[in-house]
T-cell receptor
Framework: QVQLVQSGSELKKPGASVKVSCRASGYTFNTYAMSWVRQAPGQGLEWMGWINTDTGKPTYAQGFTGRFVFSLDTYVSTAYLQITSLKAEDSAIYYC??????FGGGWFDPWGQGTLVTVSS | SVLTQPPSVSGAPGQRVTISCTGSSSNFGTNYDVHWYQQLPGTAPKLLIYGNNNRPSGVPDRFSGSRSGTSASLAITGLQAEDEADYFCQSYDTSLRGSIFGGGTKLTVL
């Protein structure tokens, strides 16, 4: 079945970096885009942007430029989210989600199980 | 949030509830569809309705979606205890050039 499996929880100090992985299975990886979504504790969902899994071109939503990097390893059907210069306000659950139309214009299905990133000194 | 949802709704088992999602001309006023997600406590969101009113395989027909003008609604009939969750609407905004979510609605089954 179509599935996205993310890497485990991370505890990082302010200023450090983190890289979250999202491994896809059950479909041809480069035929659907991948979006990333953030959910701060007790808050709603925030779309971070998407990556074209065929060309590798990332597109970032407003508020997610500069410290956020989307990348791929197509050989292992995996998408990555890297966040640099971590701040306390980056503490959240980060989800990858298969983007059925690409560019965030369609629906997201399925979602990864989420990766909790905690930034604390 | 660009899309506005009520923070909470509630209903007794067996009842019908609706959750509204209000947008604007740059999102619901375009050709882009609205989609709905259910997020059970401590889990990832799950697609509930796509393309305004389509249910993925496995989603009970107690769940239905509709859209009119710059608003959309999710209806749940025959409310069950297992429906207690957060529900989010989602669409695309042409001004922001990106996907947008509603703030979410917490459904409580009394």
């Amino acid at each position: 079945q179509v599935q996205l499996v993310q890497s485990g929880s991370e505890l990082k100090k302010p200023g450090a970096s983190v890289k979250v992985s999202c491994r896809a299975s059950g479909y041809t990886f480069n035929t659907y885009a991948m979006s990333w979504v953030r959910q701060a504790p007790g808050q709603g969902l925030e779309w971070m942007g998407w990556i074209n899994t065929d060309t590798g071109k990332p597109t970032y939503a407003q508020g997610f430029t500069g410290r956020f990097v989307f990348s791929l390893d197509t050989y292992v059907s995996t998408a990555y989210l890297q966040i640099t210069s971590l701040k306390a306000e980056d503490s959240a659950i980060y989800y990858c989600a298969r983007d059925l139309l690409g560019f965030g214009g369609g629906w997201f299905d399925p979602w990864g199980q989420g990766t909790l990133v905690t930034v604390s000194s | 949030s660009v899309l506005t949802q009520p923070p909470s709704v509630s209903g007794a088992p067996g009842q019908r509830v609706t959750i509204s999602c209000t947008g604007s001309s740059s999102n619901f006023g375009t050709n882009y569809d609205v989609h709905w997600y259910q997020q059970l406590p401590g889990t990832a969101p799950k697609l509930l309705i796509y393309g305004n009113n389509n249910r993925p395989s496995g989603v009970p027909d107690r769940f239905s979606g509709s859209r009119s003008g710059t608003s959309a609604s999710l209806a749940i009939t025959g409310l069950q205890a297992e429906d207690e969750a957060d529900y989010f609407c989602q669409s695309y905004d042409t001004s922001l050039r990106g996907s947008i979510f509603g703030g979410g609605t917490k459904l409580t089954v009394l």
